[in-house]
């Protein structure tokens, strides 16, 4: 048995382990057979020797990369914890999407999320799948905006079905625009947080960024933009097929969708599952699928989703 000391230097120990050590737990659970023991600034680690270096190797990383970010989330931690966790470190200057509103840096926080950004980067065409709270719609929003700065698109099209989740948009009062505008909330969201308000204001209001339901793409040629299709698991065959012939010589096409929230009638196939199915070995369209593990919402929702999964098997 060995024992070893590690003094923390330049975070504050009470941040970095979280509420009630809940971070430290979370470590800690990658090795059991350690016993790690928190007094102040310094951790106390016993055990055998090998599994003592594995930790200081992993605690390294984990300390670089609270520094650098002032964030250390338990999907944060799990990524860090992986064989190429050095990657989340190493890369950690490449994370930056956008710089959001206040300074805010936007940045891909899970493996898979850099994956849909390295997609983003490499393909014209790119379907994201996964549950809620997995980034997919922020990060493309993200990646977006980042092009529209850059000057690398003209204009930015954000599209979603509209399918009545259980609900009835045509009692909902106003016109069209503001019947919709509740059910397209989750994309405001996302350039607000980007976006200073002014600016956005002004973007809609000259079409620089355009956000509609899908049925309005009908007959068009998006190109110079970047367009991205939220919610596509609610689109028919016959619209995915509408929207993705849509796009122009130039165009960026972003599918982001769940396939277990969908809320076509039962008898109607999801687009999303169907374009999948026909697609995936077109070798120009990237697809990335995210999980539970890419969840970063609140650490409730990763269990939400493990326990509807379990439900439904």
């Known amino acids: 048995m060995q024992e070893k000391s590690i003094e923390i230097k330049g975070v504050n120990p009470a941040e970095l382990f979280g509420v009630n050590n809940s971070k430290l737990k979370k470590i ?5 057979k350690l016993q790690v023991v928190a007094r102040g600034n310094v951790l106390t680690i016993i055990g055998d020797e090998e599994q003592i270096k594995d930790f200081e190797h992993k605690f390294d990383l984990i300390i670089r990369f609270f520094s650098k970010y002032n964030s250390l989330t338990e999907n944060e931690i799990v990524g860090l914890m992986a064989e190429d966790g050095e990657l989340m470190v190493s890369n950690a200057a490449n994370d930056v999407l956008v710089h959001g509103n206040g300074g805010t840096k936007v940045r891909a926080r899970t493996q898979n999320q850099r994956k849909l950004v390295e997609a983003i980067n490499e393909y014209d065409m790119v379907f994201a799948v996964g549950p809620a709270g ?15 700065k850059a000057k690398e698109v003209k204009r930015i099209i954000l599209t979603r079905p509209a399918v009545e989740a259980g609900e009835n948009l045509g009692f909902l009062p106003g016109d069209l625009k503001e019947k919709l505008d509740p059910y397209m909330m989750p994309l405001y969201d996302a350039l607000r947080d980007m976006i200073p308000p002014e600016k956005l204001a002004e973007m809609l209001e000259y079409g620089v960024i355009e956000i509609a339901p899908l049925a309005f793409m009908r007959g068009r040629t998006l190109d110079k933009a970047f367009v991205i299709l939220d919610e596509a698991q609610n689109a028919t065959p016959m619209q995915m097929k509408m929207f993705l012939t849509r796009m122009g010589m130039t165009a960026k096409f972003v599918i982001t969708g769940d396939m277990s929230q969908i809320d076509l009638p039962r008898h109607q196939k999801s687009g999303l599952s169907y374009a999948l199915d026909i697609l995936e070995n077109v070798e120009e369209i990237g697809i990335v699928r995210l999980n539970q593990n890419d969840v970063i919402r609140h650490r409730l929702v990763k269990k939400i989703i493990e326990a509807f999964d379990k439900a439904e098997m």
């Open 28 to 32: 800690k659970s990658f090795f059991p």
């Open 134 to 148: 997995t980034g997919k719609t922020y990060t493309a929003v993200a990646l977006a905006v980042r092009a529209l």
